[in-house]
């Protein structure tokens, strides 16, 4: 579903026509409380360096793991001072007992994509059988600030349900993907 069809929608379900920046403000919202559910991959390539400080990619969501010459490192903590790893501090990424030269490589979830009415005709980065999820989002969240307090649980609970179906559906489409190895005894 393109966006131009979500704000169609959206005011279909108001009755009404709120400015369609402010449907895309909603729908960004809604895709920002996804994000760790979609959890989409990205990652980026550093050359280590004397200031051992990183910037976060502006997309950074959450890390995942960091390879420095073909070893993994961990979060560590901000007091732990000794061990090897890496820390992330006011955007910035540092390793903590590690090589200081040569290149490591960042991997990390990223947030989802912004929408903007300059491109109406972009999609949402979730699956397209979940697109109803920014509908119900706008809509109830629009509701909420006119102060149309009646029909504006019911889209709240069904974009909540819908967002534990969307979750449940990530969940397996994960385990899908992932090889187990049969034991045999």
């Known amino acids: 579903m393109q ?3 979500i704000i169609r929608q959206v005011r279909r379900d108001l009755e009404e026509e709120p400015d369609a920046d402010d449907i895309v403000d ?3 919202r809604c895709l920002d409380d996804l994000t760790s559910i979609v959890k989409k991959e990205a990652k980026q390539t550093y050359t280590i360096d004397s200031n051992n ?10 890390f995942a793991y960091l390879i420095i010459g073909g070893e993994q490192y961990y979060p560590v903590t901000q007091d732990d ?11 910035t990424l540092s390793i903590q007992e590690g090589p200081t030269t040569g290149t490591m490589e960042f991997y990390y979830f990223r947030k989802l994509a912004r929408l903007t009415t300059t491109n109406t005709a972009a999609e949402p980065e979730i699956d397209e059988p979940f697109h ?10 629009l509701q ?15 974009y909540y349900a819908r967002k534990v179906e969307y979750s449940n559906y990530v969940m397996k489409k994960r385990r899908k993907g992932r090889t187990i190895e049969k034991v045999v005894w």
């Open 3 to 5: 966006l131009v069809d």
């Open 26 to 28: 909603w729908a960004n």
């Open 53 to 62: 400080a990183y910037p976060l990619p502006p997309d950074f969501h959450d």
């Open 81 to 91: 001072f000794r061990t090897r790893g890496f820390k992330v501090w006011g955007g």
């Open 132 to 141: 109803d999820l920014l509908i119900l989002y706008a809509v109830g969240q």
């Open 144 to 158: 909420f600030t006119e102060e149309d307090y009646d029909d504006r649980p019911d889209f709240m609970q069904r």
